[in-house]
């Protein structure tokens, strides 16, 4: 007996010899990968119940990294149903970088609160950085001003002392919210909307892919970024800033194309085509910039107003031309993409485009003018389509940084670490968007008035960051969807441009780290075919 146990023993011994040693000790380095996962995801969260879970995984140093670069969205959904989708703030490990993801509605409001703690500068700085601004400029335009009055001082009235980065925050408001100053800019995209999609001005070859005298096809996406990025750049600059650079446009859409390489902080040799897009964008600001004032007329006041506090800086007009880019960029790179989906998305369900153009043909007043106010008290649907679409084709995050450690609920996040809020985990909320949030549905916000105030649904950010453009992204699309609708009847070409093939739906580019509304795939677009309603 003992001894046929000892003989298996040794026949185990020698077989486990026989395996060779590169096999043992992939067995040994096996084993402490399962200890130290046991200890660092189970042992050690227990005695740290503070400290929010971390996403467990195999690959030490690494993490998550190469998943998250590869499919953020994926990953962070993956990471969140790892819980059980319980929504308690989480941890991930980024190569080394850990960070926080907070996907529940009252930690979200919680941290926007929080906002002497959790701050958002470093991820301002870095973008302006991208841009190229200079540290000295970067050192002035975030300097709060002496209280004695010496030193640095504001023209703008500053009874808080703010910084000029913190106070173009409150200009923008100022410019953006309601009130004169936004109908203003709302008079601009009227008049500009109603001339460009006139039928006989409605020949752009950006845009215009066929034409006989009965119908014109167009790209719905180059529509949509011809006619948003016109509206944007001309309500704020007035018409030099196009009509001295034609090509602005184009160079911007391909730096947006590529803008999360800038985001991520790609060394510039992986970059070219960005760099260079980004370059011809503060070329032609520049060039805006050190024209006289009085070849450039028609600038909004928050333009007026950053231009003026700049140059009382002492900016140089280059990185004043950067800084400006960076705002450039983060006004337009958004509103265009959320026109085309709602249009997509509106151009597959007719009796949704129906009910939207009944609406707004109701807007117009007997002479033919646009009324606009009754753009939003008279909209149920396209305010169901439009909010739905915020909802689906959001990838945009807000990021934070820990200043000192901070307590969220139960947690406690730690000072230095990073903190992300990915909106489009709070959009799949099923406790607020019900059993499939994942699929696109207008009628949620349609049966719901008070949805858009749900804290799961946060297309425009929240708390000191909240988009101020929110007003006037909304005014934009809608007259352009009213003008579009109204003048014309629109719809599918059934056979595609070449005559072949079933238009599909675009796919929405995923892939892409998400920095706002989700891009189409490139190449993927929707051509319509318009004709002169009688
Ligand atoms: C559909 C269109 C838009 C969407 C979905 C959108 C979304 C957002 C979001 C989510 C943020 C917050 C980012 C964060 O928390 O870090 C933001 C910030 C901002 N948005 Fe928008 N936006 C849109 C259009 C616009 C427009 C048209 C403008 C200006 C005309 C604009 C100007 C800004 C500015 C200046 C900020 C930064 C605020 C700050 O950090 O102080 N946005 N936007
Ligand atoms: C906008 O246009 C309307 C109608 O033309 C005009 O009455 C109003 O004064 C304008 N408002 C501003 C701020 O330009
Ligand atoms: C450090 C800090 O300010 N923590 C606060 C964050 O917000 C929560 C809830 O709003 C407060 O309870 C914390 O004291
Ligand atoms: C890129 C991205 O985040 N897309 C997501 C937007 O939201 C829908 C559901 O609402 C997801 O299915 C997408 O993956």
């Not at 006619?227 to 600059?237: G, P």
């Not at 509103?335 to 249009?343: A, E, S, V």
Request: glycine fraction near 6%; hydrophobic fraction near 40%; aromatic fraction near 10%.
């Amino acid at each position: 007996m003992a001894d046929s146990t000892g003989g298996n023993l040794r026949q185990a011994y020698s077989s486990v010899c026989s395996l060779g040693l590169p096999v043992i000790i992939l067995i040994c380095l096996v084993l402490v990968l399962v200890l130290w996962r046991l200890t660092r995801f189970t042992l050690l969260p227990l005695l740290h119940p503070e400290e929010p879970r971390e996403v467990p995984y195999w690959t030490p140093f690494l993490g998550h990294a190469i998943s998250y670069f590869r499919d953020p969205t994926r990953t962070l959904t993956y990471a969140r149903n790892y819980f059980k989708d319980d929504r308690k703030p989480l941890t991930i490990n980024l190569a080394g970088e850990m960070m926080y993801v907070i996907t529940a509605p009252g930690d979200v409001t919680a941290v926007y609160r929080n906002s002497s703690t959790l701050t958002m500068d470093i991820f301002t700085q870095d973008l302006m950085r991208g841009f190229g601004v200079s540290e000295s400029s970067l050192d002035r335009v975030f300097t709060e001003p002496n209280k004695d009055g010496t030193g640095l001082q504001l023209m703008a009235p500053n009874p808080n002392r703010k910084s000029l980065a913190h106070l173009t925050t409150d200009h923008f408001r100022m410019q953006l919210s309601p009130g004169d100053r936004l109908t203003q800019m709302g008079n601009i995209t009227l008049a500009y909307v109603e001339k460009a999609l006139r039928w006989e001005n409605m020949v752009s070859q950006k845009f215009v892919i066929a034409h006989t005298s009965s119908y014109k096809d167009i790209s719905l996406l180059h529509f949509c970024e011809e006619v948003i990025l016109q509206v944007a750049t001309r309500s704020f600059f007035g018409d030099a800033l196009i009509d001295k650079n034609p090509n602005i446009l184009e160079d911007f859409l391909q730096f947006d194309d590529v803008s999360w390489k800038l985001m991520y902080r790609y060394p510039r040799l992986l970059s070219p085509n960005m760099n260079k897009a980004k370059d011809k964008l503060i070329d032609a600001l520049e060039k805006y910039f050190n024209l006289p004032q009085e070849e450039r007329p028609g600038a909004n006041w928050f333009v007026q107003m950053e231009e003026a506090e700049f140059r009382n800086f002492g900016v140089p007009v280059r990185d004043i031309a950067k800084l400006i880019a960076s705002i450039y960029w983060v006004i337009n790179t958004n509103t265009y993409k959320l026109l085309f989906w709602m249009l997509e998305f509106a151009l597959h369900d007719l009796a949704l485009l129906q009910k939207i153009t009944e609406e707004l043909n109701t807007c117009f007043n007997l002479d033919g003018t646009l009324d606009i106010p009754s753009l939003q008290s008279q909209s149920p649907y396209l305010t169901a389509l439009f909010h739905e679409c915020l909802r689906i084709t959001n990838t945009s995050s807000s990021a934070r940084l820990v200043t000192s450690d901070t307590r969220i609920g139960p947690y406690i996040l730690r000072s230095g670490r990073r903190l992300l809020i990915p909106y489009q985990q709070l959009h799949l909320n099923t406790a607020a968007f019900g059993p499939n949030p994942a699929s696109f549905d207008y009628t949620r916000f349609l049966s719901d008035p008070k949805l858009p105030r749900n804290p799961s649904f946060r297309p425009f950010g929240g708390g000191a960051s909240y988009c101020p453009g929110r007003f006037v992204a909304k005014q934009e699309i809608f007259m352009a969807m009213a003008f579009l609708l109204c003048r014309f009847e629109v719809g599918m070409a059934v056979d595609g441009v070449d005559g072949k093939q079933k238009q599909n739906f675009p796919r929405r580019d995923d892939a892409k780290p998400g920095i706002g509304i989700v891009s189409p795939v490139r190449g993927d677009d929707l051509v319509v075919r318009l004709r002169i309603k009688n």
